[in-house]
């Protein structure tokens, strides 16, 4: 990266893959990544390498999240490096697989950009999740696509947190981008899921074919809501959950949350309020995988995100 009058010159790329299937059982992904291995008229641009992936063949095939285990946590460096010994867990000789097919990740070689294409049971719209707040292309992108899906909104979650950050299956790409779009209930195709995702997806590849062309795009600002806390359900001394999701709660992702508001309902009836001392904004509220991950949703902060203008590298 070289930088003159405040213009950050970054490699073309080249090279994208866009993921469905990561978890076996969220439809909108699935579906369109099929669509497009059997015909990818709408995916290509001009010079651009453009691979539709089915990151977890099993699972889609038993709509099931995993088999073995969840196969958007295995992407570390303990798992990468394994000796490839028989009896390794299904998602972890996948996760082998896609780094040697798509990466090694954190290498000149890897691919430049994979889009993930998830599904969430919680009422987030649509969202894109990033893992560096330093990453001028995913930020550019991200105004670009923000921009042009207006009026309908398109929050950014920003997943930079030292402890609650995971090992994704995107993370093998230079500029890893997560595509969450809900409310879909699991093993369940919407139409309007669907269509919001394809449509996300057609301005983020136009991005990258405007960017390959040589196009200057000016500094910009990004609002982001970056990942603070994980909230848990109360539970009992065997770990089994004692309340829900309050009602004035459920489905109010990207709403402020204050002290003293509903969090919980027990069952037998008794609120459980807020008591944080900062107003926060819960999303992946009620998530239907989140369950087995202890987590009935996740807090965030707002924050305004700002990014250089950036142009391709002259060669
Ligand atoms: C509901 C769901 O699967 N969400 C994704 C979010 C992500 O891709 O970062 C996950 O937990 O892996
Ligand atoms: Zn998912």
């Given at each position: 990266m070289?930088?003159?009058?405040?213009?950050?010159?970054?490699q073309e790329a080249a090279?994208?893959?866009?993921?469905?299937?990561?978890?076996?059982n969220e439809m909108s992904g699935i579906t369109l990544v099929n669509m497009w291995i059997q015909n990818s008229a709408e995916i290509e641009r001009n010079g651009l390498l453009i691979k539709p992936f089915i990151s977890n063949p099993r699972a889609v095939e038993k709509c099931s999240r995993y088999i073995a285990t969840?196969?958007?946590?295995a992407f570390t460096p303990e798992n990468l490096s394994a000796p490839d010994v028989e009896g390794l867990p299904y998602e972890v000789q996948r996760a082998k697989e896609i780094n040697r097919m798509f990466g090694p990740k954190g290498s000149a070689d890897a691919y430049d950009v994979i889009f993930d294409l998830h599904n969430t049971t919680s009422n987030m719209g649509s969202t894109l999740i990033l893992e560096s707040s330093t990453d001028l292309f995913n930020l550019q992108m991200v105004h670009y696509i923000k921009k042009a899906m207006a009026p309908h909104t398109c929050s950014v979650?920003?997943?930079?947190?030292?402890?609650?950050?995971y090992s994704t299956t995107r993370s093998v790409a230079k500029h890893p981008v997560g595509l969450e779009v809900g409310p879909q209930p699991q093993g369940v195709l919407?139409?309007?899921?669907f269509e919001s995702m394809r449509t996300i997806l057609k301005h983020a590849l136009d991005f990258i074919e405007i960017f390959n062309s040589g196009v200057t795009f000016p500094p910009c600002t990004v609002d982001v809501f970056r990942v603070q806390e994980r909230m848990d359900y109360p539970r009992d001394t065997n770990g089994n959950i004692t309340a829900m999701v309050?009602?004035?709660?459920?489905?109010?992702?990207?709403?402020?949350l204050n002290r003293g508001d509903p969090m919980f309902l027990t069952f037998d009836g008794r609120t459980v309020l807020?008591?944080?001392?900062?107003?926060?904004?819960?999303?992946f509220i009620n998530e239907a995988a989140y369950y087995e991950k202890q987590q009935a949703f996740m807090t965030t902060g707002r924050e305004i995100l700002a990014a250089n203008a950036i142009r391709k590298a002259c060669k």
């Open positions: 070289s930088s003159r009058t405040n213009i950050s010159c970054l090279r994208v893959a866009i993921f469905g299937g990561t978890h076996g969840d196969l958007n946590r979650l920003l997943n930079e947190h030292p402890q609650l950050k919407r139409s309007n899921v309050h009602p004035h709660l459920q489905d109010c992702d990207w709403e402020p807020y008591e944080g001392a900062n107003t926060v904004y819960p999303t």
